[in-house]
């Protein structure tokens, strides 16, 4: 049996994908957010997008991570608003290809918030 074969036999595990991949999008662009307010100069946005964007204009996170999250706030509203188009074998493939943006995220953060003195 394949391994995505073995994912989508237990219908546990895409709901569960699902669940966390949009708790962990959202906590992305919700400190993004607080980054935001903290640093100042910035308008406030409640919008995904735009806080992405933010992050880059910043120098927060690099331009480059920035415009992949562009796209991320875009699927975290697709699960949220028509969370009946995602499919089973779209979150195996963003679980087996996609984390590293996540990752990269937090190494940035991570990066930003020490060396700003942040613990």
């Not at 640093?39 to 204009?57: D, N, P, S």
């Not at 331009?63 to 796209?71: G, I, K, S």
């Not at 875009?74 to 949220?80: A, C, E, L, M």
């Amino acid at each position: 049996m394949k391994k995505i074969d073995e994912f989508i036999s237990d219908v546990r595990n895409p709901a569960s994908a699902e669940t966390f991949l949009r708790h962990a999008l959202e906590a992305i662009f919700d400190t993004g957010r607080h980054i935001l307010a903290k640093v100042g100069g910035f308008k406030l946005e409640l919008e995904y997008k735009a806080i992405a964007r933010g992050l880059g204009e910043r120098g927060i996170i690099t331009r480059e991570l920035a415009e992949t999250l562009v796209p991320i706030a875009g699927y975290r509203n697709r699960i949220v608003h028509f969370y009946h188009e995602i499919t089973s074998r779209e979150l195996y493939g963003i679980l087996q290809d996609d984390l590293r943006d996540i990752e990269e995220f937090i190494r940035q953060i991570t990066r930003f918030l020490e060396i700003n003195g942040v613990r």
